[in-house]
T-cell receptor
Framework: ETGVTQSPTHLIKTRGQQVTLRCSSQ?????VSWYQQALGQGPQFIFQ???????GRGNFPPRFSGLQFPNYSSELNVNALELDDSALYLC?????????????FGEGSRLTVL | GQQVMQIPQYQHVQEGEDFTRYCNSS?????TQWYKQRPGGHPVFLIQ???SGEVKKQKRLTFQFGEAKKNSSLHITATQTTDVGTYFC?????????WGAGTKLIIKP
């Protein structure tokens, strides 16, 4: 049990729709990072939020956006969904921003785009 | 771009055999982490290595960071069924954590 919760756990969308995924970080953690994990692949870094500001971004287009709230919970928004966006989306919380150590992952949100 | 390579993606071993997996980076890393993901689960942190040549042990697991801080290894002694899962290395470079594709450890029946 990592203390990181994600919602929803599963969802199905159609191409072109928009989706919002939510993450509550572990108590005391000020950093949240989001990852996309396709089946059989390693997690791909989307972006990271530290104290409500994005402070790192992977190779994902602008239609992937996010927010971090004052309580350090976070949202991942994906606009104009494409079939290739089908994946497990993982949220990880930690302390210390970009120099952070151990990541604590939630169970993930499995998105299927039809 | 920066890459962290883990090959092969699958390894079958007999229960009781040793298992070793290597992780290679195209760039020098500030640190490297190892995670384990069980089927249907999420990655769980195992260890972080920071110093050149560092070796850390956790019971039957031994982790090593290369002298050049470009590669690392995971060695499991006498594998057990509880070791089944996918092992990922993740290297930190330019403040970003870059993940390998993982190696799935499968115990032969």
């Amino acid at each position: 049990e990592t203390g990181v919760t994600q919602s929803p756990t599963h969802l199905i969308k159609t191409r072109g729709q928009q989706v919002t995924l939510r993450c509550s970080s572990q108590s005391g953690h000020n950093t949240v990072s989001w990852y996309q994990q396709a089946l059989g692949q390693g997690p791909q870094f989307i972006f990271q939020y530290y104290r409500e500001e994005e402070n790192g971004r992977g190779n994902f287009p602008p239609r992937f956006s996010g927010l971090q709230f004052p309580n350090y919970s976070s949202e991942l928004n994906v606009n104009a969904l494409e079939l290739d966006d089908s994946a497990l989306y993982l949220c990880a919380s930690s302390r210390g921003g970009l120099t952070t150590g151990e990541l604590f992952f939630g169970e993930g949100s499995r998105l299927t785009v039809l | 771009g920066q890459q962290v390579m883990q090959i092969p993606q699958y390894q079958h071993v007999q229960e009781g055999e040793d298992f070793t997996r290597y992780c290679n980076s195209s760039t020098t890393l500030s640190n490297t982490q190892w995670y384990k993901q069980r089927p249907g689960g999420h990655p769980v942190f195992l260890i972080q290595l920071v110093k050149s040549g560092e070796v850390k042990k956790q019971k039957r697991l031994t982790f090593q960071f290369g002298e050049a801080k470009k590669n690392s290894s995971l060695h499991i002694t006498a594998t057990q069924t509880t070791d089944v899962g996918t092992y990922f290395c993740a290297g930190r470079s330019n403040y970003q954590l870059i993940w390998g594709a993982g190696t799935k450890l499968i115990i032969k029946p």
